[in-house]
């Protein structure tokens, strides 16, 4: 994405078992509900205990796991910022009801002794911060590492799921000791355009500048092919954070620390260990930056980062907090919003950071085109006329007059004499009027015939006219949308081995991730992951 004079880079449940729709039975469906407002937690981590499979809850907390699980009597290990750990036996579980899991807040409170004796040592939020970029060559994996999770991209329209695509991904990471996760391998285990949602062909179009038919506003996406995962994956600031991310934090050693300012908000928990929570402000050349970063008090590993972007002029006072709440922002229908990255990272065993989930959203508008519309237009050189045909025939055919049409010719408005309708009352003739002398050289111009017609400097246009179902003729409509790309770890692979034989096998990042010509990789392993799918509706 790039602005002007800025830069960014961006070159019901249901649910399936790859290789096939799982059946209800084979489903062990949960909803996580915070103990004290019943509200869902969102984005919380579940893992199975002993292994490093896992998956993260939907925006209404729900998820879904196979039941495999449930008959091996696993034990189910949930973790979500804020909230105390818990342990859950998966035979307590029903394996026929939406089980309501509830988690409690943790209220966390330093030790009086601790506060008081190191209160002049107490770092300040930009001293955190500073530590906690300069710590990631030590708290993040310098060496090859793997990621297999669920990938799903989607548009909200009308708080509705449209053109959802589901997949399972493996990211082969060279490591932190490379500068960016650009020349990251990709398999594509699998892949779903899930037709169970509504599908839009023309919302899927990339993003068009030169007709203004889809853009972000203030924004330019560069589509990276069409890839929607590439696009997310490198948007990541913690694993890219030598190099030149997205505005406004490009550089996170640099730009990042020294544009922004930080504020304490305040303590909090994650997986038992105590987190600095930590306000990010940027305001400059009519944009606004909020975002928090959350810092282990302990070792300085970044474990979450939200970053928003707004439009300082579109702003509404929904959106003037000190930092950036993913449902609010949602709720929030005036706010100027240009995108939201949120990134989490937890700890394994040996205490190395590797990404648990990426979400990347970003507002758009697309120019509906018109579904009453001119299919034909033809200039008769015989009958001195413009021909004229439509798509379905227009309402109230007797009341279309000569002021309901508009004929210009280098800028200029011809009259009008009179418009005649064929009896299909899908084609009209419009006659314009020879006898006032001003436009006689325009009309020799327009009726002549000759080797290059004046075409291009002949425009012609519709006032008012409007089919049965009310539809303006040749109206175009804009609408207000977001684009979805997220990303859930279900596994982390320490140790890569295994790699493809043929170059050939790894994803195509310059072709759209549900191209025909990308490669779905043969691995066994496939069958441990499944998709997350989320309910019919993104409504609360």
């Known amino acids: 994405m790039c602005f002007s004079k800025l830069s960014v880079l961006l070159l019901a ?29 969102v984005f919380a981590t579940i893992r199975i205990k002993g292994t490093t499979v896992g998956v993260i809850t939907n925006e209404d907390g729900g998820f879904l796991l196979p039941m495999d699980f449930w008959s091996n009597k696993d034990t189910l290990l949930l973790n979500s910022m804020g ?15 939406i089980n309501l899991v509830k988690m409690s807040p943790n209220i ?14 107490r770092p300040s939020a930009s001293q955190i911060v500073k530590y906690a970029v300069s710590s990631i060559s030590k708290n993040y994996p310098l060496k090859a590492f793997g990621l297999i999770g669920y990938y799903r991209d989607y548009q909200d329209k009308n708080r509705e799921y449209v053109n959802l ?19 990251s391998d990709f398999l594509l285990y699998s892949n779903v355009k899930n037709e169970d949602f509504e599908v839009d ?135 100027g919003l240009v995108y939201q990255i949120i990134t989490e990272y937890r700890p394994d065993k040996d205490q190395k950071m590797f990404l648990n989930y990426i979400s990347f959203r970003n507002k ?53 004499k009179n418009v005649k309708f064929e009896n299909d009352s899908l084609r009209f003739w419009v006659y314009p009027d020879r006898s006032v002398k001003k436009f006689q ?27 049965s179902l009310g539809n303006i003729l040749d109206k175009s409509s804009n609408e207000n949308l977001q684009q979805y790309r997220e990303f859930f770890v279900q596994e982390v692979v320490t140790e890569i081995s295994g790699m493809p034989n043929e170059e050939a096998s790894f994803m195509k990042t310059d072709l759209p991730l549900f191209s025909s010509r990308q490669p779905i990789y043969p691995d066994e392993r496939k069958r441990k992951f499944w998709m997350n799918t989320p309910l019919q509706t993104t409504k609360d």
């Open 108 to 121: 966390f409170q330093l030790n009086e002794t601790v506060v008081k004796g190191n209160k002049k040592r």
């Open 364 to 416: 758009f508008i697309f120019k509906r085109p018109p579904s009453f519309k001119a299919t034909k237009f033809v200039i008769d050189l015989d009958d001195e006329c413009f021909k004229i045909t439509l798509n379905r025939p227009p309402r109230d055919l007797e009341k279309i007059k000569n002021k309901n049409f508009t004929l210009l010719y280098k800028e200029e408005q011809l009259p009008i």
């Open 201 to 335: 062909s023309l919302l899927a179009k990339p993003y068009d500048y030169d007709s203004q038919s889809k853009i972000i506003p203030s924004a330019t996406m560069f589509n990276s092919g069409g890839n929607e995962f590439f696009t997310l994956i490198i948007h990541d600031a913690i694993r890219n954070n030598k190099d030149k991310s997205f505005s406004f934090i490009h550089n996170m050693e640099t730009e990042f620390i020294n544009n922004h300012k930080f504020k304490i908000v305040k303590n909090t928990v994650y997986n038992d260990q105590p987190v600095y929570e930590i306000s990010i402000r940027y305001h400059k050349n009519g944009y606004v930056a909020k975002g928090k970063i959350f810092v282990n008090m302990n070792n300085f590993a970044i474990h979450r980062l939200d970053y928003s972007l707004f439009i300082q002029e579109l702003m509404g006072t929904s959106s003037d907090n000190s930092g950036a709440d993913n449902k609010n922002l949602k709720n929030s229908e005036d706010n």
């Open 441 to 467: 050289s325009s009309y020799e111009e327009l009726f002549t015939e000759t080797d290059s017609l004046r075409i291009s400097k002949f425009k012609y246009g519709f006032n008012g006219i409007q089919d």
């Open 83 to 97: 909230y105390n750990k818990m342990e859950l036996p998966l035979k307590t579980l029903s394996p026929f009801d």
């Open 13 to 41: 449940s249901i649910f399936f078992i790859i290789e096939g729709q799982a059946q209800e039975t084979d489903l062990l469906r949960g909803k996580l509900l915070d103990e004290q407002t019943g509200e869902p937690v």
């Open 165 to 183: 695509n589901e997949a399972i991904i493996e990211v082969r990471d060279l490591g932190f000791q490379t500068k960016n996760n650009f020349a």
